[in-house]
T-cell receptor
């Protein structure tokens, strides 16, 4: 069975400091992994995806994530936070079974960025 | 600008009302989805359509009735809802019907059941 755990429900950083949002996954198959972001009153937007190519994945807005199979982790990072990064972030694993695109969403991490 | 458009953005309805949510995708995708997002809960998949055929009904109560008349449009018909059905309802689409295909979401409909 597939599952995903976001280790922090809230993260608070100062503008200009690094961001680390942690995600661990469990999958019986070679997983596809995603990070999505949701700004207030908006839908979810894809930040980046991992699909068994390079283990370091670069996304939009300066975010990147590293797939570590030995640690079953897919943490999201950004070198320098911007005020506009304040949002909720979701780590997602693709179940990869049944022929359809069933995604398992984490509970989300709310990122606050302070001046 | 999102390629997935949902209307209305906000909806307040009584428990005896009938209403419909509409979703339209302009991306040429083959699969469409309804998700429910409640406070303090992970996103819940409700329905999946691929090429206008329903391929997933995730144990959703019958008071929610989806309709997919073509690959660009998806509806969610609502009747006799309960207050616990109040949530953000998100529509999404994807290019491929299979694992690894990312979803494109609309901005959602905020539903309040009184």
């Amino acid at each position: 069975a597939q599952s995903v755990t976001q280790l922090d429900s809230h993260v608070s950083v100062s503008e200009g400091t690094p961001v680390l949002l942690r995600c661990n996954y469990s999958s019986s198959y070679s997983p596809s992994l995603f990070w999505y972001v949701q700004h207030p009153n908006k839908g979810l937007q894809l930040l980046l995806k991992y699909t068994s190519a390079a283990t370091l994945v670069k996304g939009i807005n300066g975010f990147e994530a590293e797939f570590k199979k030995s640690e079953t982790s897919f943490h999201l990072t950004k070198p320098s936070a911007h005020m506009s990064d304040a949002a909720e972030y979701f780590c997602v694993v693709s179940a990869g079974t049944g022929g359809y695109n069933k995604l398992i969403f984490g509970a989300g991490t709310r990122l606050a960025v302070h001046p | 600008e999102t390629g997935v458009t949902q209307t209305p953005r906000h909806l307040v309805m009584g428990m005896t009302n009938k209403k419909s949510l509409k979703c339209e995708q302009h991306l040429g995708h083959n699969a469409m989805y309804w998700y429910k997002q409640s406070a303090k809960k992970p996103l819940e998949l409700m329905f999946v359509y691929s090429l206008e055929e329903r391929v997933e009904n995730n144990s959703v109560p019958s008071r929610f009735s989806p309709e997919c008349p073509n690959s660009s449009h998806l509806f969610l018909h609502l009747h006799t809802l309960q207050p616990e059905d109040s949530a953000l309802y998100l529509c999404a689409s994807s290019q491929e019907w299979g694992a690894g295909s990312p979803l494109h979401f609309g901005n959602g409909t905020r539903l309040t059941v009184t």
